[in-house]
């Protein structure tokens, strides 16, 4: 039968090493989430993630269905499978709450981001970041002698690829809309 | 038809259509609307507490003990934030509690109006649900919503914040048949595939243990008929958490006591040992699973829950099912049944005689003396004087707590009331006014910390205002005895203000408020003065002086598997690591 004495310092974990029990594998998930548009329904999604000590990578919302009130909030989140399975389960206990999907594993989705970048400078610079943002697909939304508001969408990894080329051409200020995704197929 | 009265008059009305007939509360400049209409009927029975903490507590102790939700009226400001520490504990708990709160009026909101608090926002994470309804005729359709929430699925807490304008404007009342209570509709039933692999796992295990816990009794008396009728039908042994005691009858052959830190060696020992766990209403606490890397390394586990988030929190499951105690019970004796009964006989008497030496262990030994009364001893005295009354227990936070668990038995569900995932001091006493509102004709007690006690003490004064015989049982070590027992074990005996210093007469108290007061010291005399105390009609505080070091054993120091058990003193000597020091 087991040893009924504890010998000082065996004690090695405890259930307050929970919040990282697998902390090998780091995963991100992009969660797509369907509730009712009532006042203080975000605050309770937000409230939920720092609450219990879950990261956001990413979050828009907008009322998606005028008629039954609907908003759809997509959250971009990281964690352990473990973590991002209760993250899912919890945002299922809201009672705003219809529908909880997992972009990441329900077969293929779309991710798309909308962003602005405002580039200042003259001469040969301006004239390169013209050229890239043509390449990017970016537009051009204003213009003064000095800048570009350049307007692009893309996955979130193509628009950081394009704030990585424009930094050293002047980026001066960048807005970022977050991910909106969606399924693929009917 | 829908008939147009006041926000004031559809809170009564939709009370009243609910069912409801005891609301406990407190009023103030943002309720009065709601209160002038309390005056005007006589259907719903107003409980004026001393402190909004206390109305929660005591709608805590009502639903408990009954089943049905509690109701909270409280006015806005301070009268909504006293009431947060109770709708924590009745999150923690999952206890059903609607708590109306009156708010400032709807073109004030935002201003810094006098006694203006962001109630929903303070309330948000410490509520199921809540609502700030600012168009009286949305009102009866959340209130309605808010008895459905709270009841249903998971119980919990809902709030409903009400700003006075709205109270006093005129809109359409909708009864409960026609409210639109919105899509929140949590599954019951399990799944069957699930529940016949279950089936399959209860005819293979060598090992098995029922681990049940709070949902068996939330799921309500039909589910805690049928964990009855299928323990006794295998033969399995049976454990519970603090929050489900009474569910299985602690007579009950099967029966191994509670788990956990300050639980049964044998519950422990089986739990870590067996090779098939079903969890009922249970979510593996953090004080159930000690270090969660050795618990129970060797078995199956199954879980019946219907609070996805309640699955694979903390313990990995092999077989998670969804859906309501009661339903998934009911279906598993069923298809269990239909499949011929079957269990492995030979397997289960060598278990159970593996499970009769742990019995044998005696971990409840202490040793009694015949100077000082024991905490254990008044306990144990308690029991025997009082078990074949029609009985409720209530306690407060601390070493008394666990020992009630450990010391008393449950028989039936709905009979013991405790602060059990939040801790919260002060719980029991107002609990227990809740209680006794709800069995008028009940022996209600509160096992009660002296430090404990005095928390919510003013509800001394609800007691005598509404002859509730409520008998407060304090095992006054004058101390804070479980902090002084972690200081003893874990922070070399230094004492850091774990004292009840400047305590009051006790006796003298129960009397300034018109109460009976008793005090005890001696073992000898203590079967005369808890009799006293049972035959006294009316409230009664039990000053009962006790062994002032006492540790409660056994212990499962934090940090530690569930097979390394503190016994008793002996074992005490040197043993937590730095590690368990910091945890809780
Ligand atoms: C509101 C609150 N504050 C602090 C604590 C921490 N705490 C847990 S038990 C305890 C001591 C309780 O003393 P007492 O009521 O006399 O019970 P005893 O342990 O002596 O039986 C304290 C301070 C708590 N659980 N709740
Ligand atoms: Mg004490």
């Given at each position: 039968m087991s040893a009924l004495h504890i010998k000082k310092g065996t004690s090695k974990h405890s259930a307050y090493d929970l919040?990282?029990?697998?902390a090998d594998v780091i995963e991100t998930h992009t969660l797509a989430v369907v509730v009712d548009n009532e006042a203080g329904v975000l605050a309770r999604v937000i409230g939920l993630f720092s609450g219990r000590g879950y990261n956001i990578e990413s979050l828009t919302v907008a009322e998606v269905d005028q008629?039954?009130?609907?908003?759809?909030?997509?959250i971009v989140t990281t964690g352990t499978p473990q973590v991002i399975e209760q993250i899912k389960a919890q945002l299922g206990r809201i009672i705003p709450v219809h529908e909880v999907h997992d972009l990441t594993v329900e077969g293929a989705s779309v991710e798309r981001e909308l962003a602005l970048f405002k580039v200042s400078g003259t001469g040969d610079k301006r004239v390169e970041a013209l050229r890239l943002a043509d390449i990017f697909r970016a537009n051009v939304v204003d213009s003064t002698l000095e800048s570009f508001v350049f307007e692009i969408t893309g996955t979130p990894e193509k628009i950081q690829a394009f704030a990585e080329l424009m930094r050293p051409l002047g980026l001066v200020e960048v807005a970022r809309t977050g991910v909106a995704a969606l399924s693929r197929g009917a | 038809m829908t008939r147009q009265m006041t926000g004031a008059k559809m809170v009564v009305q939709a009370l009243k259509d609910q069912g409801v007939n005891v609301v406990f509360g407190y009023p103030g400049g943002a309720v009065l609307p709601i209160y002038d209409?309390?005056?005007?009927?006589?259907?719903?029975?107003?409980?004026?507490?001393?402190?909004?903490?206390?109305?929660?507590?005591?709608?805590?102790?009502?639903?408990?003990?009954?089943?049905?939700?509690?109701?909270?009226?409280?006015?806005?400001?301070?009268?909504?934030?006293?009431?947060?520490?109770?709708l924590t504990d009745a999150l923690m708990d999952s206890i059903p509690l609607v708590v109306f709160t009156g708010q400032v009026p709807t073109f004030m909101i935002g201003t810094d109006g006098f006694q203006e608090a962001d109630t929903v926002g303070i309330t948000r994470?410490?509520?199921?649900?809540?609502?700030?309804?600012?168009?009286?005729?949305?009102?009866?359709?959340k209130i309605h919503q808010a008895f459905h929430v709270a009841t249903s699925g998971r119980p919990g807490p809902v709030l409903i914040d009400i700003p006075k304008d709205v109270q006093f404007a005129n809109g359409a009342y909708t009864p409960p048949a026609k409210a639109n209570t919105g899509h929140y509709a949590p599954r019951l039933k399990g799944d069957k595939a699930r529940i016949t692999e279950l089936a399959d796992l209860i005819e293979n295990a060598k090992r098995p243990i029922f681990y049940t816990g709070g949902g068996v009794i939330n799921s309500g008396p039909a589910a805690s008929q049928l964990l009855r009728e299928l323990v006794d039908a295998t033969g399995f042994p049976i454990t519970s958490t603090l929050m489900g005691l009474g569910a299985y009858p602690a007579s009950g052959k099967n029966w191994l006591g509670m788990l956990g830190m300050h639980g049964l060696y044998e519950a422990n020992m089986a739990m870590h040992d067996c090779d098939l766990m079903i969890a009922i209403g249970a979510r593996f606490d953090d004080r159930i699973t000690g270090r969660v890397d050795d618990f129970s390394p060797d078995s199956t586990k199954a879980q019946i829950d219907i609070d996805a988030s309640s699955i694979n929190k903390v313990i990995h499951v092999d077989l998670p099912i969804l859906g309501d105690v009661g339903h998934v019970l009911e279906d598993l004796l069923k298809i269990w049944k239909s499949r011929g009964r079957k269990v492995k006989k030979d397997a289960l008497e060598k278990w159970w005689g593996q499970i009769d030496d742990w019995k044998a262990r005696k971990c409840l030994t202490y040793v009694?003396?015949?100077?000082?009364?024991?905490?254990?001893?008044?306990?144990?005295r308690l029991e025997a004087l009082t078990r074949d009354r029609d009985r409720y227990i209530t306690t407060e936070v601390g070493q008394h707590q666990m020992w009630a668990a450990q010391f008393l038995g449950f028989e039936a569900p709905n009979r013991f009331m405790t602060s059990g995932g939040l801790g919260t001091m002060g719980y029991g006493f107002p609990a227990s006014i809740g209680v006794q509102v709800a069995h008028p004709e009940a022996l209600v007690i509160n096992v009660a910390g002296e430090a404990s006690w005095l928390m919510n003490m003013q509800e001394l004064g609800t007691a005598a205002q509404?002859?509730?015989?409520?008998?407060?049982?304090?095992?006054?070590?004058?101390?804070?005895?479980?902090?002084?027992q972690w200081q003893e074990l874990l922070h070399g005996e230094r004492y850091s203000h774990s004292w009840s210093e400047a305590l009051p007469d006790f006796v003298k108290l129960a009397e300034a408020f018109g109460a009976k007061g008793i005090q005890c010291r001696d073992p000898a005399g203590l079967d005369d003065a808890i009799i006293e105390m049972l035959e006294h009609d009316g409230p009664v505080i039990f000053d009962c002086l006790v062994e002032k070091h006492e540790n409660c054993f056994p212990m499962i120091p934090a940090g530690a598997p569930h097979n390394e058990m503190?016994?008793?003193?002996?074992?005490?000597?040197?043993?937590?690591g730095a590690k368990g020091a910091v945890l809780v």
């Open positions: 919040k990282n029990p697998n008629k039954g009130h609907l908003s759809r909030i997509t | 209409e309390i005056f005007q009927q006589n259907d719903i029975r107003h409980i004026l507490v001393r402190h909004e903490q206390g109305a929660v507590h005591a709608a805590e102790g009502y639903a408990r003990s009954t089943g049905k939700p509690g109701v909270v009226l409280v006015t806005s400001g301070p009268g909504a934030t006293n009431a947060v520490t109770g994470p410490c509520t199921k649900h809540n609502w700030l309804v600012r168009d009286t005729n949305e009102l009866s359709d009694n003396s015949e100077k000082t009364i024991k905490p254990q001893y008044a306990l144990q509404f002859r509730l015989p409520v008998k407060q049982f304090i095992l006054n070590n004058e101390r804070l005895g479980m902090v002084r503190l016994m008793g003193e002996a074992d005490t000597q040197d043993v937590i």
